[in-house]
Each structure stands twice: as C-alpha cells, then as structure tokens.
C-alpha cells in the first residue's frame, strides 16, 4: 500500500467516524431539531458501510502482506475488538448507571436498554447482540451494533483464508447459521473492501491510466448525490418492503440491515472511488509529514470516536438546564465529547500494543491448559 493511499484511508476513516458523530447530534433530543437535515438524509448508516469497505480492505491487505499465521490473526482481531469494547462497555454502563439516577427522563426512550445489564454484557462480549433477529441495545451504546457485524466477518475471513476443505464449508455454514440473515446480507460490503485489495495487489489499479483513475474517484461521488437527490434510498426500502411481503415494516424484521441493497450500492461505489484512489494516491508525494502525523493522530482515535460518543453524548444531555434549542448548549457538548472520545482513545486503541500482549498471554495460556490433558494422557502409567 503506498503512502498517500495509507494516509487517504485514515483521514476518510476518521471523516466517517465524524459523520456518525454529527448524524447522532441530528436526534432532536440534542439539538432541537435544528440538525434535522442530517437524519433525513441517514449519513450515519451509510458512514458504517464505508466502514465495512474500508474494514474488508485493511484486514484483507494486512494479512497477506504480512504473511499472518492464524494464531497471530486471530490475537490481532481480538486485540482490536477488545481494546476499545472493553472500555466502551465499563464507560457505557457507569455513564448510565449515573445519568439514569441525575435525570432518569432522558434516558426513557428507545435509545436506551436498561433491562438485564448481565445479558448485555454477555452477548456484547460475544458479538451475539445482532444474531437472528435479536437486536440487543447495549445500554445506551446504539453504534455497538456495527461492532457485532464487523466481528462475524472478520471470524468468516479467518476460516476462509486459514481453513481448507471440508473444515472451510462446515465452519462457514456453521457461523451462517448461528448469526443468521442480518449479519449476512450485509457480508457482501465487507468481501467488497476483500475483493478490492485483490484487483489492488493483482496491478489492476495501477494498469489504470489517469484519466480513469480520476474518473474512478470522482464519479461515484456524484453517482451518490444524484440518487440521494432522487430519493433513491426511500425507493429501495420500498422496494424491499415489497420483497418481504409488506408483511412489517423492513427495520421490523431486518434490523440494522433493512437497507441492504441500498447499502450495497454504496459499497460498489465506494470500492470503484477507492480504485481510482489508489491509481492517483502513488504520485501524492506533496503531502507533508506534519500533514501526515495530524492525519495518523486523529485516525488513531477513529474506533474510540465511534464507540464511546453515544453514551456520552446521552449523558451529557441529561444534565440539569441542558437546553437542545440552544445553539450554545449543544455546541459545548459536541466540544466535550470529542474531548473525551480523544482522551479515552489513550487508553483504549492508541494502547494497542499493550492490548496485543495481554491477548496474547491469554491465547498463551488458554493453549498450555487445553494442551494438558492430551499431554497427561499421553503419559505412561
């Protein structure tokens, strides 16, 4: 991967993880309805499938380009998730356990579960919030949606790249079955980033000439608009109302994944944008490195960004004389929150390192314990 291609990624990244930050500012809730606009236009779901491309793409180059058995694959994953979910959880839950007793009116809606704390923290730590048809809020914590996707197929891309045979088939249906449609009708976004860093690694974007690599880059963009202007999404949630049945509305039954075709069409673009990209991106060369250290400072804070604003944010409007009509008001909370997201990041993904060893030591011992009874029962009596 070339520098500027690196560097574009991690300031998209972090753009996203904006985008889903102010598309949860739009909730009337905390700004009055004066940010209505971005709800409409649902930014923040389509944010996550940029996510998803993004996520197909750097897991799928980091583990070819760097040989990863999958033991380290698998300890790479699950340093990552837990990294950030374990103190998103402990942040998510103190934060609720306090707003809930300051001013227990804010939190009485739908964007808050405050039934079976225990169960939550099962199913969040086991990414089985969003399983079947089950759709377990964690707390107040909306975005840990995306977390119990993400963490399926990066399951699924182990078994099919480490596994062979008979083993890959059954295991792949395996997990098929126990996370069920949801999950997998968004699957295809992600192998779009997988199937994008295979025509990147086979010389197909750099084949490409200028003129199409501009092309590329520029006209999904406005391939995007121009369906957001025609209504596009609506006519496709209609369409899949339709395809259900019309026997309930698509978020009924589909979740988090009631858009999918929809979604689908914004992974195409984005993975040709991303093609073009990388065409144009090798002869970046005029990006400076005090460019490059702010860009890789804030990426470094994308996934604490993402997952620790919402509780926050619910919080922090909870507070005694918060007043969402004001322009002030919810101006300062923003302010405070992306202060947090920042600080909290240095303890959760920016300690990544530290993270990778203490999963290690665990995969470490986990495999001296399993080991031991074959090695007893080995032993002459």
Avoid at 85 to 100: K, N, S
Avoid at 209 to 230: D, E, F, K, M, N
Avoid at 240 to 259: C, M
């Amino acid at each position: 991967m070339t520098r500027g291609f690196s560097l574009y990624l991690d300031a998209l990244r972090f753009l996203a993880a904006l985008v889903v930050f102010a598309s949860h500012m739009g909730y009337a809730r905390f700004t009055g309805g004066n940010m209505q606009w971005i709800r409409d236009l649902n930014l923040g779901s389509d944010a996550v499938v940029v996510f998803f491309v993004l996520s197909g793409f750097v897991i799928a180059y980091t583990t070819f380009a760097r040989n990863r058995g999958p033991a380290a694959y698998a300890e790479a994953r699950f340093a990552r998730l837990y990294s950030v979910i374990i103190p998103a959880l402990v942040l998510t839950f103190a934060l609720d356990t306090l707003g809930t007793w300051i001013e227990p009116a804010a939190y009485a809606g739908w964007w808050y579960n405050g039934e079976d704390r225990a169960g939550q923290l099962a199913q969040a730590m086991t990414f089985t919030t969003q399983v079947w048809f089950d759709a377990t809020r964690v707390g107040s914590n909306g975005p840990f949606w995306s977390v119990a996707y993400e963490a399926w197929y990066y399951a699924g891309f182990g078994v099919a790249v480490f596994c062979r045979g008979r083993v890959r088939v059954l295991l792949l249906l395996l997990m098929a079955a126990i996370v069920g449609p949801r999950v997998l009708l968004l699957a295809p976004c992600w192998l779009l980033g997988v199937l994008l860093q295979q025509a990147v690694h086979k010389g197909h974007a750099q084949a490409l000439s200028r003129a199409t690599g501009w092309l590329l880059a520029v006209v999904p963009w406005i391939l995007y608009a121009g369906a957001q202007a025609i209504h596009l999404p609506t006519r496709l949630a209609n369409l899949t109302y339709i395809l259900l049945g019309k026997v309930a509305p698509p978020n009924s039954i589909l979740g988090f994944s009631d858009e999918f075709i929809w979604n689908f069409l914004i992974a195409v673009l984005m993975a040709l944008h991303f093609l073009g990209v990388y065409r144009l991106a090798r002869e970046a060369t005029w990006i400076s490195a005090r460019a490059e250290t702010a860009i890789r400072w804030a990426a470094g804070a994308t996934f604490s960004l993402y997952l620790f604003h919402y509780p926050i944010l619910t919080f922090l409007h909870g507070l005694p004389g918060y007043d969402s009509a004001s322009v002030l008001h919810p101006a300062l909370m923003a302010t405070a929150a992306l202060i947090a997201c920042f600080a909290l990041a240095e303890i959760s993904e920016r300690r990544l390192g530290a993270w990778k060893r203490l999963v290690h030591a665990v995969f470490r011992h986990v495999s001296a314990w399993t080991a031991g009874p074959a090695v007893i029962a080995k032993r002459p009596s």
